[in-house]
């Protein structure tokens, strides 16, 4: 589903911002909403996260650390 994103001519950032904060919580915490996940499961998220990001900042989104979100870089 999200690899869609990447290959996607037009970049949908509200979704991409939603799964970089749903792959971050599994990766950070290790669980999802229902439960805990595998090391390897984590260790998948996390790197989602990593392509994510990546997307996210070539297409001009900041992370605000101070807020927790996503948005347009100034």
Request: aromatic share 8%; hydrophobic share 35%; net charge negative.
């Amino acid at each position: 589903m999200w690899t869609g994103l990447a290959l996607a001519g037009d970049f949908d950032a509200k979704k991409a911002t939603a799964l970089w904060h749903e792959s971050n919580l599994q990766c950070r915490q290790g669980e999802t909403l229902e439960g805990p996940i595998s090391i390897e499961e984590s260790d998948k998220q996390c790197a989602r996260r990593e392509i994510l990001t990546i997307m996210l900042q070539t297409h001009d989104y900041c992370f605000d650390t101070q807020v927790q979100e996503w948005g347009r870089c100034n």
